[in-house]
């Protein structure tokens, strides 16, 4: 009997200890998430590794929730860095919101997965349109997400992206966008995309100066080596709003 629960406890600690080294490969390759990429797109197998590795590790509750927040911000990544067809997009996008609903309604408070979930219930919203946004209450459940997130970004990007019915909805609001989205960029002035989504908003408000400010702003930052592609693809999206404003500056 002793020799039976004794090799139960070894069985046991060789089970975590495994899914923890899933935890540290995965963990690993998200760290390293931007190595062997094309442009500014993501190497699909240090993507796939990631992901799969994220999901192992989930099997063990000691570190559920960590490894779960690293599966869906992998996804989440994989989602916008790795190249796919277009026709598969819906699809993805579909899966990113199903599965990081759930892992919101396990990990409420976590907020990393409560960005994620915000995120792409927002773009989910955005390509659906304003009747499906409305019968799923996207608007309502991003705003409570992100509220209690305190994701400023998200919050500000809703109101500004997801479809307004008129009479029918008192949210999103374009100008609770401008304060939150200008909220984002106060608290966290190292995110090039706090820079490219207010001077995106004042573009929409045709304050074309203070969007190429903003933007000028943004592109003296530089690029965080943590945050490799996201902030290549900022960069770029910087300079081509800047480019469009000219554009537009040079027709009057």
Known sequence: MKRFLATLLVFAFSGTALANEDLRIADSCYTAR?????????????????????????????????????YVKSLFFSFRFVHFEKHQRKAKLDSLKTISESAYQKFPKNREIAHVYAS???????????LTSVKEGVATTVRDVAIMAEDYQVLGRAHFVLPYVP?????????????????ALEKNPRDLYNYFFLAELRFDQKRYADALNIIDRGLSRGIRTNFFLEDKRGRWQLKELQKKINAKLDKK
């Open 120 to 130: 792409a219930l927002s773009m989910w919203g955005n390509e659906r349109g304003a």
């Open 167 to 183: 009479l029918v909805l008192s949210w999103p609001d374009k100008k609770l966008a401008d304060k939150y989205l200008s909220l």
């Open 34 to 70: 931007a190595e062997r990429a094309i442009g500014d797109k993501a190497n699909a197998k240090n993507a796939t590794l990631m992901i799969d590795s994220y999901r192992k590790a989930m099997k063990d509750p000691s570190v559920e929730e960590k490894a779960t927040e690293g």
